[in-house]
Every structure is written in C-alpha cells, then in structure tokens.
Nanobody, 117 residues
Framework: QVQLVESGGGLVQPGKSLRLSCVAS???????MGWFRQTPEKEREFLAS????????HYGDPVQGRFRISRDNVKNTWYLQMDKLRPEDTAIYYC???????????WGQGTQVTVSS
C-alpha cells in the first residue's frame, strides 16, 4: 500500500522560508513527484513537479522563482523549498506521485502552511 506523508508545515512570517518534505512508502520508485495546494476559496493549484526520466522540473506561475522542488531517490523523499513566503501562500499543501509524467495516482494527507505576521 502506497503512502505519502508530508511534514514541515506551520506558521511563518511573511518573507520567511519553509521546507516541506514528502516521504513515500510502499513503492520504491515514482516517475513523477509533485506539490499542490488548496484553500477553501480556490481549486487545487499546481505548484511544482519533477520527473525522474528527464529530471525536468515544472513550476506554477504563482511560485516561479520562489519555490524549488527537489528529490532524494535513495530516501524516496521529495521536498519543496519555499522562500519569500506571502500571506496568499497560506493553504493546505499536498504532495503527490505517479507512474507516468505529470499523472498523479497517489496523494498525501496534506500539511497546513500559514503565512502571517
């Protein structure tokens, strides 16, 4: 059974940084790993992804230049480094993974990120 578990969320002041982690278990390899977020007012929003086959990363427009995705294949873990956080980044953040590029079959339970002074 595949499980994805996020960690690293919390309360942070505007302009500060956080790093989210996602640890996968139940399968040794995923072709694609990604991060999304959602608020009650908005639909789920794509943030970043990384494909194993071509090592290409993709970013959503709201986080381009501020967030960075990375992965540790040995630990089956991927990360989202979030810099220059803004209040509008407040959301529940989800990691996701799948066997095909940009196709997500598995989702974590989410971790809350709150950006507030």
């Amino acid at each position: 059974q595949v499980q994805l578990v996020e960690s690293g969320g919390g309360l942070v002041q505007p302009g500060k940084s956080l790093r989210l982690s996602c640890v996968a278990s139940g399968r040794p390899f995923f072709e694609t790993m990604g991060w999304f977020r959602q608020t009650p007012e908005k639909e789920r929003e794509f943030l970043a992804s990384c494909n194993w086959s071509d090592d290409v990363t993709h970013y959503g427009d709201p986080v381009q230049g501020r967030f960075r995705i990375s992965r540790d294949n040995v630990k089956n873990t991927w990360y989202l480094q979030m810099d220059k956080l803004r209040p509008e980044d407040t959301a529940i953040y989800y990691c996701a993974a799948g066997s095909l590029p940009e196709v997500y079959d598995f989702w974590g339970q989410g971790t809350q990120v709150t950006v507030s002074s």
